[in-house]
T-cell receptor, first 114, second 114 residues
Framework: GESVGLHLPTLSVQEGDNSIINCAYS??????FIWYKQESGKGPQFIID?????DKRQGQRVTVLLNKTVKHLSLQIAATQPGDSAVYFC?????????????FGKGTKLSVKP | AAGVIQSPRHLIKEKRETATLKCYPI?????VYWYQQGPGQDPQFLIS???????DKGSIPDRFSAQQFSDYHSELNMSSLELGDSALYFC?????????????FGPGTRLTVL
């Protein structure tokens, strides 16, 4: 994919505020979407997923919204904490076009100010 | 809970050398994926295996090869290393089902080619 080099989009929020991270995906045929959190030097960590037949799914402090009309995915984090600081990636899978490999979107760096 | 294990965690090689990265999936996971992540970039899919057979292929150079063994661990073999191969290499595994479920990532191997 197109490289953004070291200049990831950054979202800076105050501790306790809500965060919204957005992602535009590319394939209207994608069946499954996942949000991953990646801390520096670590592997991506699963946060929450959503199937294409849903438009909203809630987890603990996190909510994912899917708008298939405009191919948009968002991750909402309630009461953001310093431990939420990381790079967040959305990923999609088109099971009709692949055997399940993830196509990652561009990451967003979340910075939480105490 | 057991996670994906990758070894080595760090590897330094010279140009034109070879490297072997190992991945041990979560127990009972039969599908393994390899991803490459350059600095500040999103992970890019390389190759995947399901039940010891290659199931999908992404942007993996011809200089690289991989396989999955009878115990489901996988190895990524990299030859004629180039400076541009310096990256984090992640392995992910998923539950039985041919990769239709969430992928869990290992901690990654950081490869530096000098």
């Amino acid at each position: 994919g197109e490289s953004v080099g070291l200049h990831l989009p950054t979202l800076s929020v105050q501790e306790g505020d809500n965060s919204i991270i957005n992602c535009a995906y590319s394939n209207s045929a994608s069946d499954y979407f996942i949000w991953y959190k990646q801390e520096s030097g670590k592997g991506p960590q699963f946060i929450i997923d959503i199937r294409s037949n849903m438009d909203k799914r809630q987890g603990q402090r996190v909510t994912v919204l899917l708008n298939k009309t405009v191919k948009h995915l968002s991750l909402q984090i309630a009461a953001t904490q310093p431990g939420d600081s990381a790079v967040y990636f959305c990923a999609e899978i088109d099971y009709g076009g692949s055997q399940g490999n993830l196509i990652f979107g561009k990451g967003t760096k979340l910075s939480v100010k105490p | 809970a057991a996670g994906v294990i990758q070894s080595p965690r760090h590897l330094i090689k010279e140009k034109r050398e070879t490297a072997t990265l190992k991945c041990y999936p979560i127990p009972r996971h039969d599908t393994v994926y390899w991803y490459q992540q350059g600095p500040g970039q999103d992970p890019q899919f390389l190759i995947s295996f399901y039940e010891k057979m290659q199931s999908d292929k992404g942007s993996i150079p011809d200089r690289f090869s991989a396989q999955q063994f009878s115990d489901y661990h996988s190895e990524l073999n990299m030859s004629s290393l180039e400076l541009g191969d310096s990256a984090l290499y992640f392995c992910a595994s998923s539950l039985p089902g041919g990769g239709t479920d969430t992928q869990y990532f290992g901690p990654g191997t950081r490869l530096t080619v000098l």
